[in-house]
């Protein structure tokens, strides 16, 4: 079946630096990822989405990158705040259904 | 406005009861999807709807899953006889729309559910 999954489980970043989360996927046929972060205790919330004739996109203060050569997502989050210690996760819409990759933790050090 | 709501908040069961996951989307919201996840896991699609009909039902895990919509709006999740395995957060999404250019989807704060 169709995979997306996270390079790192884990990341620590100090409040004020960039985040970077990775995320790579299995299928070429997706032509749509989604970033969510999930606060503790609550459901997903959209961050942003790209598209798969995009390599780049732009939020505030959150970029994602697709990179579909080596089927690479990833999210960065400028000037990380404590606000921004959740869970991450990229999915990608295969068919008619979304699969989602297991999840990065992103703990912000004060 | 409203967001998606889910109901119960937490659900205690014992191992062979049913139980029943409701799902109130976002008013006008015409897509609407359940996903399960597990403790440490990521989401797991289980099923979607557009409009009360259920295209894709691959996502459920066994025959003792099933779900319907009606109305247009409110969704219910049933699991028979529930197992131990079946234990997890259950969320549900809504969206404007499933096969047009914005896929955002709204979810809510899940059922939490426990099977002893």
């Known amino acids: 079946g169709e995979s997306v999954g996270l390079h790192l489980p884990t990341l620590s970043v100090q409040e004020g630096d960039n985040s970077i989360i990775n995320c790579a996927y299995s299928n070429s046929a997706s032509d749509y990822f989604i970033w969510y972060k999930q606060e503790s205790g609550k459901g997903p919330q959209f961050i942003i989405d790209i598209r798969s004739n995009m390599d780049k996109r732009q939020g505030q203060r959150v970029t994602v990158l697709l990179n579909k050569t080596v089927k690479h997502l990833s999210l960065q989050i400028a000037a990380t705040q404590p606000g921004d210690s959740a869970v991450y996760f990229c999915a990608g819409e295969y068919g008619q259904n979304f699969v989602f990759g297991p999840g990065t933790r992103l703990s912000v050090l004060p | 406005g409203a967001g998606v709501s889910q109901s119960p908040s937490n659900k205690v069961t014992e191992k062979g009861k049913d139980v029943e996951l409701r799902c109130d989307p976002i008013?006008?919201?015409?897509?609407l999807y359940w996903y399960r996840q597990s403790l440490g896991q990521g989401l797991e699609f289980l099923i979607y709807f557009q409009g009360n009909s259920a295209p894709d039902k691959s996502g459920l895990p066994s025959d003792r899953f099933s779900a319907e919509r009606t109305g247009g709006s409110v969704s219910t999740l049933t699991i028979q006889r529930t197992q131990q395995e079946d234990s997890a957060v259950y969320l549900c999404?809504?969206?404007?729309?499933?096969?047009?250019?914005?896929?955002?989807?709204?979810f809510g704060p899940g059922t939490r559910l426990t099977v002893t």
């Open positions: 999404a809504s969206s404007t729309t499933f096969t047009g250019t914005a896929y955002e989807q709204y």
């Open positions: 008013s006008g919201h015409t897509a």
